[in-house]
């Protein structure tokens, strides 16, 4: 039987990308041979946020060594082969885009004695170097649960790490290479905010491959367990016919109660809706106040109450 | 003069899709950055932008 593409509902459409932020920002990262996320997983808001001068750096190559199967970014063994000079190029690049947020990601890199790590925690020192005020978010592999790898990273001083717990504990197998698991994810979550407990912690959880309400819930109880400060929700979208198919397309009012379900549990920020990514401006906004106003915090030595309990204030008066 | 409306570079790879929908008919007049046309990718709906201001032929 011919492939038959699943129809897509009418809140799944966007904007073809164009414009000349768009076209420049393409054009420079093919020069200096540098990867995005954007690309690779195909994202469908590639337009807006590139044509709002943000995109996600995947670093360490194209090529991740293992094979989830909701991703299209490919799988094969790039056998250690890495470009050292890439924490530059990337400083470099995100200096020619003017951002002030930025998100750094990478493919698995089982292949490497670190998995990587170093490469990663070194594109963060360089970055922080040359552009203090700049505000990065890492978005990072498990590490095999390895804490003393995942420690350098999280030492380099990222103000976001996020990590993503990708689906509900029953689907791990089935969506995930079978090297990451529930459990392992957690982990590396929990270690992040233990090891510095003032810097955030953040997850995304896709919807649409067969999860039950209960089974959401209870990722969502187990992440505020370990204290993970921020959750997004987005549609899984199927980005190729040989990735999983899509169980079901959730409505945005089902987006906008999952929103609110777990703001009631005490997360710090929520992003939901069909098509909110991991690493969607509409958080990155949000984090930007928050963290530029603890800085700030920070620099006056004027308050001594907490952060959250200033948002938790906030949030209460409205 | 007549322009010829590509599929823009939407991602890696993605080259083909299925046009679900003209959101113009001959005639009309529209200017630059206007969606014309519903194409179906893999992942999502996209809305190609004309290139150009001007009538549909």
Request: glycine share 8%; hydrophobic share 35%; with cysteine.
């Amino acid at each position: 039987m011919a492939y038959q593409r699943q129809p897509k509902p009418s809140w799944i459409k966007v904007k073809a990308p164009g414009g000349e932020e768009y076209t420049r920002i393409k054009d420079m990262l093919g020069q200096l041979k540098l990867a995005t996320v954007c690309q690779e997983a195909r994202c469908p808001n590639m337009a807006e946020c590139w044509g709002g001068g943000t995109a996600t750096f995947m670093l360490m190559g194209e090529v991740c060594t293992r094979g989830c199967r909701f991703c299209s970014v490919k799988t094969g063994n790039p056998k250690g082969a890495i470009d050292s000079d890439e924490p530059q190029k990337v400083g470099y690049a995100i200096s020619q885009m003017g951002l002030d947020y930025i998100v750094l990601t990478s493919v698995d890199r089982d292949d490497l004695p670190d998995q990587g790590a170093g490469h990663f925690a070194q594109t963060v020192e360089v970055i922080k170097r040359h552009q203090p005020e700049l505000i990065v978010e890492v978005l990072t592999p498990d590490f095999w649960g390895n804490m003393g790898v995942v420690g350098r990273l999280v030492d380099s001083k990222p103000d976001v790490f996020a990590h993503n717990i990708e689906t509900v504990e029953r689907l791990q197998k089935r969506v995930r290479d079978p090297r990451a698991n529930y459990a392992q994810s957690m982990s590396v979550l929990d270690f992040a905010k233990k090891r510095h407990p003032e810097r955030y912690t953040k997850t995304s959880i896709m919807l649409g491959l067969g999860e039950e309400h209960d089974e959401i819930d209870q990722c969502l109880r187990d992440l505020r367990e370990i204290d993970c400060d921020v959750v997004t929700f987005g549609q899984y979208l199927q980005p190729t016919k040989l990735k999983l198919r899509v169980d079901k397309f959730y409505t945005p009012e089902e987006f906008a109660y999952w929103q609110k379900r777990a703001e009631e549990m005490g997360f710090l920020y929520v992003a939901s809706g069909p098509l909110v990514r991991s690493s969607y401006r509409a958080g990155e906004f949000f984090m930007k106040g928050v963290i530029e106003r603890k800085r700030q915090q920070e620099v006056n030595e004027l308050s001594d109450r907490s952060l959250l309990d200033e948002i938790y204030e906030t949030r209460m008066q409205k | 003069m007549s322009t010829e409306v590509k599929l823009p570079d939407i991602g890696e790879g993605v080259t083909e899709g299925e046009l679900v929908k003209w959101l113009v008919k001959v005639g009309d007049k529209i200017d630059v950055d206007q969606a014309v046309v519903e194409v179906m990718t893999d992942k999502a709906t996209v809305e190609v932008p004309s290139p150009v201001a001007g009538e549909v032929k």
